[in-house]
């Protein structure tokens, strides 16, 4: 199994400022992703961050808005830019140790306010 | 794309009885179908997953779910409730992308109260 741990476990921001969360993993893992949580609500995946290429995006987000780091195979960066109240969410951070039938685990989210 | 549909917002149960939280999936090829568990105010926790055999899969906390190809659902049992069961839980399919890697993309939810 994988642990993962979040920096900073939350925060609360001014609008317009960005913020970067990190994301370690205790193992070296295949895949991290980053997702996005409302409360009490479903999982929207932002983005696949890929070891030394860009990270791959989904519909609706963009690398200027949520540019994603990956520098190794046990560390990854997201940072929400220049912010606003709807960027308000948990974000989770999550990585996957081999291929698609492995269990894919996840941090304990950070949690970010905007004002 | 692949998708799981969750049609219960929540679920009420009687502790000691038993429990399910239903979940249909719509995928193309081999479905990859997970279960996972997110308690209040902490992250989301692996329960079980199904890949291909048994049809009746067993995972953390009692837990177990049954792959119905027929029915295409991947329903999340356990036989007798517990209060510290209450807790929001997910459905998600593994969707293979085109370079080789995946994404997993995760059911609306469904809140389970378990009343003592």
């Known amino acids: 199994s994988a642990v993962i741990s979040q920096k900073p476990s939350r925060d609360i921001c001014q609008r317009g400022t960005s913020l970067t969360i990190q994301c370690q993993v205790d193992?070296?893992?295949?895949?991290m992703f980053w997702y996005r949580q409302q409360p009490g609500q479903s999982l929207t995946l932002i983005a696949t961050?890929?070891?030394?290429?860009?990270?791959?995006?989904e519909s609706g987000f963009v690398i200027d808005k949520f540019p994603i780091s990956r520098p190794n195979l046990t560390f990854s960066t997201l940072t929400v830019s220049n912010m606003s109240p709807e960027d308000s969410s948990i974000y989770l951070c999550?990585?996957?140790?081999?291929?698609?039938?492995?269990?894919?685990?996840f941090g304990p989210g950070t949690r970010l306010l905007v004002l | 794309a692949q998708s799981v549909a969750q049609p219960e917002d929540q679920v009420n149960v009687a502790e000691g009885n038993p429990l399910t939280v239903k979940c249909t999936y719509s995928?193309?090829?081999?479905?990859?179908l997970f279960w996972y568990v997110q308690y209040p105010n902490r992250g989301l926790q692996f329960l079980l997953k199904?890949?291909?055999?048994?049809?009746l899969v067993k995972g953390s906390y009692g837990f177990e779910a049954e792959f119905n190809k027929s029915q295409t659902s991947f329903h999340l049992k356990k036989p007798s409730a517990l209060v510290s069961d209450s807790a929001l839980y997910f459905c998600?399919?593994?969707?293979?992308?085109?370079?080789?890697?995946?994404?997993?993309?995760f059911g609306a939810g469904t809140r389970l109260f378990v009343k003592a």
């Open positions: 998600a399919v593994r969707d293979l992308i085109n370079t080789g890697g995946f994404k997993t993309i």
């Open positions: 961050a890929n070891q030394g290429s860009e990270a791959t995006y």
């Open positions: 999550s990585a996957s140790v081999l291929g698609p039938q492995e269990t894919q685990y």
């Open positions: 193992s070296q893992v295949t895949m």
């Open positions: 199904y890949i291909t055999g048994d049809n």
């Open positions: 995928v193309s090829g081999n479905p990859y």
